[in-house]
């Protein structure tokens, strides 16, 4: 880029990410988007990594369930709140005993993937279940994922699995 | 050039220093690379600050257990990719903290806004803020240095603190647009967050001290004033740089010092952004003083005598 049209651009740029952003809560298609860009799904990585630019920090209402069993409608509205048990000391003898559920700042899925919970996900030898909810102004996105260790990784699958507000 | 009013702190600068002398000229872009360097110390600070967990998480645990996810492409998934991207910045960063120059600026602020790109879509590092902050205060960096050379130093000096405003703006805009909803403005999501989840001070002692009616006015007054935090860091936008970019810095301290110091990482970038604003500010002042001076010389008609301009308190 030539230096002379480096300023307009970063105008147009600055601009454009600014109504982008201040569009969100009149765009209900758009914040399904968003909100499911955060749970690491959308329809391709280019559109995924186009919306990561978009300044969300510490956004929407968000709440992740784990559990060593799929998540059945009964043990999503078991779920204990998981600062009130030994997860963060002893989190696969926590999984043994039960389902779990925590609020995000953002990024549900970031309990998984940021930090050292993955290895002892991928030490427990066992498929692990979990279920992110996300919502803003009445939307309310969800998704189930299974993490599977398999030869020296954690792969993450997809999972059906009930809605958490199902048996409310 | 005229020795008319421009807006005090926003244009002269940049006019003396396209139509100035080749003297002034390298004033200029010595000033934009001065204003390079502090936003530049200031985001590899922001970089750093973490580190001793990113040398955990990035260089140990991410290559005992690699993660797969069918959204990300092989390179986007590579403990490898992440680990250099983390490392990138801090050669190409100290290169132009200690070689200083319009080649190295450039190829640092390039660099390192390619690699927070990376860690932003990469799934080791696609849920930190401070990739996303770093990401796009590198932008301003790069835009800067691009105009760091005695051609285009008045355009840096004219348009960088406007930019650096915007920049900041924006991402506080991102922060309250997305806290417009109920569970914000109860309280109900910074209770469970914060309140009832987090195990670090002063979150236990004041589950100690406090009902749960308590807390939860508590979490619903800082909710609040979070929303309306970052509305009015992103509503200063609409206000003059030359304060603005100083109050945005005092208000993201403020941020802070009232939350934890990690959160440097992700203001850390910012901060650099507004005190390379300031800079330019300051420097732009100092231009329009000496133009006003010069002006007065050449014309021999200003009412004060030249040596009292450039002593004058009110310039």
């Known amino acids: 880029m030539k230096v002379t049209t480096a300023t307009p651009a970063f105008y147009v740029l ?16 758009r914040q399904e988007a968003l909100m499911s860009s955060r749970h690491l799904r959308a329809k391709s990585f280019p ?45 696969l003898g926590a999984l043994a005993a039960g389902t779990y559920t925590c609020w995000m700042n953002h990024y549900p899925p ?26 803003f102004r009445g939307q309310v996105v969800e998704s189930h994922y299974l993490a599977v260790p398999h030869s020296g990784k954690l792969l993450f699958r997809a999972a059906a699995g009930e809605s958490p507000d199902a048996g409310k | 050039m005229p020795a008319s009013n421009p807006p005090r702190g ?3 600068g940049s006019a003396s220093a396209a139509s100035g002398s080749p003297l ?42 690699a993660l797969e996810h069918p959204l990300f492409p092989t390179v986007f998934l590579d403990p490898w990719t992440s680990w250099a991207a983390y490392f990138v910045p801090l050669i190409a960063g100290g290169l132009a903290l200690f070689r200083p120059g319009v080649a190295t600026a450039r190829l640092a602020a390039a660099a390192l806004t390619a690699c927070a790109a990376v860690l932003l879509v990469h799934v080791n590092g696609y849920n930190d803020a401070t990739f996303l902050t770093a990401f796009w205060s590198g932008v301003w960096l790069l835009w800067l240095a691009l105009h760091a050379d005695t051609q285009n130093a008045g355009t840096a000096e004219r348009h960088g603190p406007r930019l650096a405003l915007g920049v900041i703006a924006l991402m506080f ?42 807390l939860r006015l508590m979490a619903k007054i800082c909710s609040r004033a979070i929303v309306l935090t970052e509305g009015l860091l992103a509503g200063l936008v609409l206000f003059r740089p030359a304060w603005a970019l100083g109050a945005a810095m005092w208000v993201m301290l403020g941020i802070v010092a009232a939350s934890t110091p990690w959160l440097l990482s992700v203001m850390g970038p910012l ?45």
């Open chain 2, 173 to 214: 805009l991102g922060g309250t647009v997305g806290k417009l909803t109920a569970e914000y403005w109860s309280g109900e999501a910074l209770y469970q967050t914060y309140f009832l989840q987090k195990q670090s001070w002063p979150y236990p002692a004041l589950r100690q001290a406090c009902s749960e009616e308590g």
């Open chain 2, 10 to 12: 926003e244009r002269a």
């Open chain 2, 24 to 65: 002034a000229r390298r004033q200029a872009a010595d000033v934009v690379q001065r204003a390079f360097r502090a936003a530049l110390l200031l985001w590899m600070t922001g970089w750093l600050i973490k580190a001793p967990f990113f040398l955990c998480y990035l260089g140990e645990w991410s290559f005992e257990v």
């Open chain 1, 14 to 29: 600055l601009s454009a990410a600014f109504a982008s952003t201040l569009w969100l809560p009149f765009d209900p298609a």
């Open chain 1, 47 to 91: 559109e995924w990594a186009s919306l990561q630019l978009v300044p969300t920090m510490y956004n929407f209402a968000n709440r992740t369930w784990i559990s060593a069993e799929p998540l059945t409608p009964a043990r999503l509205a078991a779920a204990a709140p998981l600062s009130e048990t030994e997860f963060n000391r002893d989190p």
């Open chain 1, 110 to 135: 970031r309990l998984i993937t940021f930090g050292g919970l993955r290895r002892r996900l991928y030490r427990r030898g066992e498929p692990t279940y979990f279920c992110f909810q996300s919502r």
């Open chain 2, 271 to 315: 901060l650099g952004v507004a005190r390379g604003g300031r800079l330019l500010l300051k420097t732009s002042r100092v231009e329009q003083l000496a133009t006003r001076c010069r002006a007065a010389v050449t014309s021999q008609t200003s009412e004060v005598g030249p040596l009292e301009m450039c002593t004058s308190p009110h310039l």
